[in-house]
């Protein structure tokens, strides 16, 4: 791509639309090569149009346009303008309503950016968000523009069907040729984004669900006839994310049915189109022997978020994709509570946090950072990122944490009420906040504008005599680029002071009454500020930032001695583990530089010696408590990254708890390793990940007995928690069965894409040596798909994202790999190019060498000729030095 097409979008440049469409119909004629497309459009120009003279401008690409009508009068081509992705109308009326009727032409085979109508496999289905729909039919793609959809499907009855569009069928019947028709009405204005459908020879799993106003809804999910079986789950979740949302929010599903369609061929997770979700099969299909508790968990997760969609992002919707976290942040918090309530809400917490952490703070720190509600974009699809989702999440969560939730109920309930219907902004989410609760969140709102991750340093000051703790707090913003002067952010402090004697006390600020509360959230509004504590008798340990209240690093002096103190203490379970992965991190990072003192090894390791020989219920958070920090965590804590040290260090690290700890280690394994244990249930589930935790320990040892222990679980495996769990352990050990385990697993699930996924990954992200060279020979064999999205994460993705040490080889072949892989990419499908590039905008984070490699990669990628707006935004702005 040149440069000289390249547009920059700005959100200061935002207008609203010239003109408006109150309906629109659609007529597909269907085939998988060459489908009709007739669209009606009943429009009108904006009255609130800051120009009443401008023309008509429609979005389109990738269309053979057939012909035009405005009012029923066929229009020359001289009475419009056409692009490559415009058609413009100069003369559109500019007063009444009229007709504009377009026919276009589109190969949904040819497709292979998965944007617009595409062909998956044997199905035809669409991406319309965040810009598809211009693919489909020319159109003013934008999310402000809100219409009413009819929508009339065409096609061979043996072929496809199934025929499903967004909203409730109203009619169907039979035509010549073997052909039927099905007419789709979505009572609901939306905007095109939220577009869908799906034609195919699928079956479906059905379900009815009565609300808790008495209507009864039906709910189905398609698949095709050999992942019906699959459904189940995906089914029972949809009904406790239905439940949940009129139990928390008070939101009630208003069509006559809610349709999810697996599709194997998806760039995203899953889609939320109003009534008729299309999801990525990987967030549908699961049974016990193809999927792992993680994928339940996960499956469970994206259903719901998909579903609470329904009223966060379809009814009110986003006015433009600056203001795209209205949604996505909004309902990332959403599922994030609801999987909370389902789960384990203390895991689930350390979950999000950790993903937050290691990912969303990196790209936070580099070039590619902006703020959760961006100031511009080339290509919308590169800002669907850990910062609009995740961080986004967390600033949702910081206003539940300030308004608690029966405020936080009252502030969502006055959102609903007040833009039901809407496409609005960040601003008036957090307005209908403020409102319901009479709070001013002025400052707040720095949280949308300001990007980074902001420091928090805490000192404290005890007085003995006074009984009195004084707490200095400091903030400080990271630098947004374009923004000279960053504003102190208004940052939630949870905290609780602990006792010596590992007790919380209760809090009382000087000049409060007294009370019994022992965790509290603090205002930090300044740049410095400061807190005393009173009626403290002994000097206490500060455990700041409770679960995770905000977004920011915290900068706390804890020595050793006190960070195990804390993992053993603290009531706060996200607390807990956060000690115990300071500590594992000092113990690491000492090593990769000097040897730590022994104490200090010694220290960790009585540290996990105290958590194996206590009682806990939940087995799920003693796993996470026993794992170690991963390496992009690790990575994360020191200024130049060496890749290998770190790699070694940790496991060295592993393997010295694993010789102390042996015994215990192989107790609990042989106590928690239930035969058959087939139960999805959050005991089952603790078990499993409890006594797979434990293998990852002792196959560390690299040794006959525990490869023999790793080798037993995969042959008599009933789940595939369990047999990809003893696989990965085998995979990173010397074991000599490890080739033939690897070839009887391919064998076995040959027939099940999702599973194979799992065997490229596995085999992929494999930190042992040689593996580059065996992620190039996958790309060669006959399962490797460069069409499908998982097929290419799968390998391309766990090498470059989850394999540091093979990926940062120092003569720079795994950089070479990935830029490859990238501009091969680029030609087929440009949006998931992109998503593979992030790993090359970290550059700046390792030693001379490898920053040298990773440039020159980059360079050789921005260089490329017919370079797709989304890999070339992104490739720009990593070469950007500061």
Not at 2 to 15: G, L, P, V
Not at 130 to 146: H, L, Q, S
Not at 235 to 240: F, I, K, N, T
Not at 612 to 629: G, N, R
Request: hydrophobic share 40%.
């Amino acid at each position: 791509m040149q440069e000289n097409n390249i547009k920059t979008i700005y959100r200061s440049d935002y207008a609203a639309p010239e003109y408006l469409v109150g309906h629109i119909e659609l007529t597909f004629l269907l085939d998988a090569a060459q489908t009709k497309v007739k669209s009606r459009l009943r429009m009108q120009k904006n009255p609130e149009s800051a120009n009443p003279n401008a023309p008509l401008v429609l979005n389109g690409e990738a269309l053979h346009l057939e012909s035009v009508s405005l009012n029923g009068v066929p229009l020359k081509p001289g009475h419009y303008q056409l692009s490559d992705e415009l058609l413009t109308l100069p003369n559109a009326p500019k007063v009444d309503v009229f007709t504009l009727e377009i026919e276009t032409l589109i190969s949904p085979q040819s497709n292979t950016a998965l944007e617009g109508l595409y062909l998956s496999t044997n199905m035809l289905c669409t991406q319309c968000e965040a810009e598809g729909f211009r693919k489909i039919t020319y159109y003013p793609d934008r999310p402000d523009v809100m219409a009413r959809f009819s929508v009339l499907l065409i096609a061979d009855k043996e072929k496809y069907p199934v025929l499903l569009s967004n909203g409730n069928q109203v009619s169907s019947g039979e035509l010549k040729h073997n052909r039927h028709w099905v007419k789709w009405e979505d009572p609901f204005p939306k905007p095109c984004y939220l577009f869908a459908l799906v034609a195919g020879q699928l079956d479906c799993l059905e379900s009815a669900y009565v609300t808790g106003s008495g209507r009864e809804v039906t709910l189905q999910i398609y698949a095709e006839t050999h992942d019906i079986d699959k459904c189940e789950h995906a089914m029972r979740s949809l009904e406790h994310a239905m439940r949940w949302d009129e139990a928390v929010y008070g939101r009630e599903y208003d069509l006559d049915r809610y349709m999810i369609v697996a599709v194997s061929h998806f760039n995203m997770g899953a889609m939320e189109n109003k009534g008729l979700n299309v999801f990525n099969t990987k967030f549908v299909l699961a049974r016990g022997d193809t999927a792992t508790d993680a994928d339940y968990e996960h499956i469970e997760a994206v259903i719901a978020h998909e579903y609470f969609h329904n009223w966060t992002g379809n009814r009110i919707t986003c006015r433009d994709w600056f203001q795209l976290s209205l949604k996505e942040g909004l309902t990332v918090f959403r599922d994030q509570s609801f999987s909370a309530d389902r789960g384990s809400p203390a895991v689930r917490r350390i979950e999000d946090v950790n993903l937050l952490r290691t990912r969303q703070f990196a790209e936070d720190a580099g070039p590619l950072a902006h703020p959760v509600r961006p100031d511009s974009y080339i290509e919308i699809n590169n800002f669907y990122t850990l910062t609009v989702y995740e961080k986004g999440a967390e600033v949702v969560r910081m206003l539940h944490t300030l308004l608690g939730t029966e405020g936080f109920r009252k502030g969502s309930d006055l959102y609903f009420e007040r833009h039901d219907g809407q496409a609005v902004t960040c601003d008036d989410f957090v307005k209908a906040m403020e409102d319901a609760n009479q709070r001013d969140f002025t400052q707040f709102r720095h949280w949308y504008a300001q990007a980074g991750t902001p420091k928090l340093t805490l000192k404290t000051d005890y007085d003995a005599v006074a009984q009195r703790l004084t707490l200095n707090v400091e903030q400080l913003c990271a630098p947004t680029p374009g923004q000279p002067v960053e504003q102190p952010l208004h940052i939630p402090l949870k905290l609780g002071l602990i006792s010596p004697s590992g007790q919380d006390y209760a809090l009382r600020l000087e000049g409060e009454e007294a009370g019994t509360t022992t965790t509290r959230v603090l205002d930090v509004t300044q740049a410095q500020q400061q807190f005393r504590f009173v009626d403290i008798p002994e000097k206490p340990l500060v455990s700041a930032l409770r679960g995770f209240s905000a977004p920011v690093t915290l900068e706390y002096e804890l020595n050793t001695e006190q960070l195990a103190f804390l993992l053993a203490h603290d009531s706060d379970a996200f607390n807990r583990w956060d000690a115990g992965q300071r500590l594992s991190s000092r113990l690491i990072l000492n090593l990769t530089e000097e040897h730590p003192a022994q104490s200090d090894v010694e220290l960790l390791i009585g540290a996990f010696q105290h958590l194996l020989e206590q009682h806990w219920d939940d087995l799920e958070l003693l796993a996470q408590l026993l794992t170690l920090p991963n390496e992009d965590y690790l990575a994360s804590q020191v200024k130049v990254v060496d890749p290998v040290a770190i790699h070694n260090a940790r496991n060295n690290v592993k393997k010295r708890i694993a010789v102390c700890l042996q015994t215990d280690f192989s107790r609990l394994y042989a106590r928690h390793h239930v035969s058959g244990d087939i139960l999805l249930d959050r005991s089952g589930i603790g078990r499993r990940k409890l006594k797979n935790t434990c293998l990852v320990y002792l196959t560390a040892l690299d040794n006959g007995e525990t490869s023999a222990l790793a080798a037993e679980q995969f042959a008599q495996a009933r789940t595939m928690t369990d047999q990809t769990a003893a696989l990965a352990c085998l995979l990173r050990s010397s074991a000599a069965e490890k080739n033939a385990c690897l070839e009887q697993f391919y064998r076995q699930w040959e027939n099940e894409a999702l599973v194979i996924d799992k065997w490229f990954t596995l085999q992929a992200a494999c930190p042992v040596t040689g593996t580059l060279e065996h992620a190039e020979a996958l790309l060669q064999h006959a399962a490797f798909d460069w069409e499908t999205p998982n097929r290419v994460r799968s390998v391309i993705g766990a090498f470059s994202q989850s394999n540091a040490v093979n990926f940062h080889r120092e003569d720079g072949s795994g950089y070479r790999f990935l830029a490859d892989a990238i501009l091969r990419l680029n030609a087929i499908n440009p949006q998931i190019a992109a998503r593979m590039l992030t790993p090359l905008a970290q550059w700046r984070r390792y030693d001379t060498q490898r920053q040298a490699g990773i440039k020159q990669e980059l360079e050789r990628i921005f260089a490329h000729p017919g370079l797709a707006r989304d890999v070339y935004e992104l490739a720009q702005k990593s070469l950007i030095t500061a």
